[in-house]
């Protein structure tokens, strides 16, 4: 994939973080979406806002990936764009080694929360199927205020790509609202109003929330070796 990611970055931001609409194309977003939802019951986690599948493995207790290589499905193309973009040049494997297939349909959403210290601190995610909004809190921002508003709002088309590393990773606190239509849309409250790939579309301010379905993509720190996993799984 021929672009700079400097180009794609969202400015409005307090660090930094890349938009990239149109990530994949509608017959890869296609294979995808048919992976995804054809996946044995067994792969699927039913929370009760939402459902998951983990790829490769869930972690340990001990917050530990046993070592498995990804599904080809989740490898390419995506993979494939990251290490031409550079997305995880930085971090310890030099490559996402796992995968969180989130499925939001209208209404669900999720807490704002953090990934945590198991991961290096870069989150690639790829959305399918319908946009969807991420709200951004800063953390200690008091969720007990009448005004408690997120401090930046960054729209999520389908096909698209969004890369939040360093300070926002940190320091903030991201999460999707349980609503069936995101409202208030405009340059001025969304931060990658300028990137997106579709901006005539929500110049009415609001859309109908269908169902939407994210690749996270993440690299794990710890990686045991199926021979060492014991130590990993509290074993003595």
């Not at 929370?47 to 390419?76: D, E, G, M």
């Not at 709200?135 to 790509?161: A, C, M, N, T």
């Not at 849309?185 to 939407?212: H, K």
């Amino acid at each position: 994939m021929n672009v700079d990611l400097e180009t794609v970055r969202i400015k409005s931001l307090p660090d930094v973080a890349f938009y990239l609409a149109d990530f994949i194309t509608e017959e890869e977003e296609e294979v995808l979406l048919q992976k995804i939802t054809t996946a044995p019951r067994h792969r699927w986690t039913r929370l009760s806002n939402r459902r998951l599948q983990t790829w490769p493995s869930a972690l340990t207790k001990s917050n530990a990936l046993i070592s498995s290589p990804l599904q080809s499905w989740l490898v390419s193309p995506v993979i494939s764009r990251f290490e031409s973009l550079g997305v995880f040049a930085d971090a310890p494997h030099k490559a996402p080694n796992h995968v969180l297939v989130n499925e939001y349909r209208p209404g669900q959403g999720i807490m704002p929360h953090e990934d945590g210290a198991a991961y290096f601190p870069l989150v690639a995610t790829v959305s399918l199927g319908a946009p969807i909004v991420l709200d951004l809190y800063q953390k200690g921002q008091s969720r007990d205020s009448e005004d408690h508003r997120p401090q930046q709002r960054i729209l999520q088309e389908r096909r698209s790509l969004l890369v939040t590393t360093k300070k926002i990773y940190t320091d903030y606190l991201h999460g999707i609202a349980e609503t069936t239509r995101d409202e208030g849309l405009a340059p001025d409250s969304i931060s990658n109003w300028d990137l997106l790939g579709e901006q005539d579309r929500y110049r009415c301010g609001w859309f109908e929330r269908e169902t939407r379905i994210s690749l996270t993509y993440r690299d794990v720190l710890r990686v045991a070796k199926v021979g060492n996993t014991m130590k990993f799984l509290g074993g003595r």
